[in-house]
Nanobody, 120 residues
Framework: VQLVESGGGSVQAGGSLRLSCAASGATRRRYCVGWFRQVPGKAREAVATHYNDNERPYYADSVKGRVTVARDNGLKKSYLQMNDLKPEDSGMYYC???????????????WGRGTQVTVS
């Protein structure tokens, strides 16, 4: 499976961005999409995860109330709507696919190349 993220950019604090993740290739019938972010010198941090069905998403405490996941399961797309962005939200954002939803990055099998988010 291949993953491609898009939608990153530079915004001022308080602004919004909508990131997209498109999957192509063979996927399991049920899988989890994980959104993570990373800044240089730090470990990859979970932002949100969700299954490709109607089960509720899971959000990291640092983004609860500001981030919402949307999904188009037929098109194998995941969206991360981020509002009220803060400078500490800056980083490279990645989407990933794994068997089950967890905030542990190592559990995911496939990763995109990332899209940069900069909040000033």
């Amino acid at each position: 499976v291949q993953l491609v993220e898009s939608g990153g950019g530079s915004v001022q604090a308080g602004g919004s961005l909508r990131l997209s993740c498109a999957a192509s290739g063979a996927t399991r019938r049920r899988y989890c999409v994980g959104w993570f972010r990373q800044v240089p010198g730090k470990a990859r941090e979970a932002v949100a995860t969700h299954y490709n069905d109607n089960e509720r998403p899971y959000y990291a405490d640092s983004v609860k109330g500001r981030v919402t996941v949307a999904r188009d399961n037929g098109l194998k797309k995941s969206y991360l709507q981020m509002n009220d962005l803060k400078p500490e939200d800056s980083g490279m954002y990645y989407c990933s696919i794994g068997d089950y939803c967890t905030f542990v990055a190592g559990a995911y099998e496939a990763w995109g190349r990332g899209t940069q988010v900069t909040v000033s």
